[in-house]
């Protein structure tokens, strides 16, 4: 079984910078996809950054490239979701998440994975 928790968010004024971390531990792989997510209120899950398993490149959802920066440190089985020039729309709860993807199965696309963090809370508001 796979344990992700995820820290680093919180409120942050727009154009502003968080960090989030995901730490896993239990039966994870550093070769598995882990990628981070998001859910604002009434919308459904969208992805937002992740390292592909298959061909262990990085996605990021057309929206935040340019501005945010997905990293790996296998020493500490960590994830992490660097942040800049925030926007409101990117206020939502952010979940990591990681899985075993074959070949051709998008790790952008939250349906592909089965083991999920708690969430953490951004908010970008002045």
């Known amino acids: 079984q796979v344990q992700l928790v995820e820290s680093g968010g919180g409120l942050v004024q727009p154009g502003g910078s968080l960090r989030l971390s995901c730490s896993g531990s239990?039966?994870?792989?550093?070769?598995?996809?882990r990628g981070w997510f998001r859910q604002a209120p009434g919308q459904e899950r969208e992805g937002v950054a992740c390292?592909?398993?298959?061909?262990?490149?990085?996605y990021y959802v057309d929206s935040v490239k340019g501005r945010f920066t997905i990293s790996r440190d296998n020493s500490n089985n960590t994830v992490s979701l660097q942040m800049n020039n925030l926007k409101s729309e990117d206020t939502a709860v952010y979940f990591c998440a990681e899985d075993w993807l074959a070949p051709g199965s998008g790790c952008l696309d939250y349906r592909n994975f089965g083991s999920w963090g708690q969430g953490t809370q951004v908010t970008v508001s002045s």
């Open positions: 390292f592909s398993s298959s061909d262990r490149r990085r």
């Open positions: 239990g039966s994870t792989s550093v070769y598995y996809a």
